[in-house]
């Protein structure tokens, strides 16, 4: 099992940057595949980015492609989420999931197998 606490956070004018972090308790978290995605308010939650164990393969929903990178450390057990021009509808609580198959890049919330507790992210317009 695998415990994720998510951190980075906050209150942002459009156009700016955040970077969040997922760190995993564990010796294990390479076995592990990675997603965030993200909720807002009123709305299902929807799939952000999801990265491979060894980082070699990414996978990001299209409305966040070309600006949100997503990036993991294994030394450090933590996965990034590098978000840049920030727009008011990317709003939301953003959550990372550990999936047990660590070769998929899956977007369906449904396979990820262990979530953090969710870091609010807020875009000023």
């Known amino acids: 099992q695998v415990q994720l606490v998510e951190s980075g956070g906050g209150l942002v004018q459009a156009g700016g940057s955040l970077r969040l972090s997922c760190a995993a308790s564990?010796?294990?978290?390479?076995?592990?595949?990675m997603g965030w995605f993200r909720q807002a308010p009123g709305k299902e939650r929807e799939f952000v980015a999801a990265?491979?164990?060894?980082?070699?393969?990414?996978h990001y929903a299209d409305s966040v492609k070309g600006r949100f990178t997503i990036s993991r450390d294994n030394a450090k057990n933590t996965v990034y989420l590098q978000m840049n021009s920030l727009k008011p509808e990317d709003t939301a609580v953003y959550y990372c999931?550990?999936?047990?198959?660590?070769?998929?890049?899956?977007?369906?919330?449904?396979?990820?197998?262990?979530w953090g507790q969710g870091t609010q992210v807020t875009v000023s317009s």
């Open positions: 990265i491979m164990w060894s980082g070699d393969l990414t």
């Open positions: 564990g010796r294990t978290f390479s076995s592990y595949a």
């Open positions: 999931a550990a999936d047990k198959n660590r070769y998929r890049t899956s977007s369906s919330d449904s396979t990820y197998d262990y």
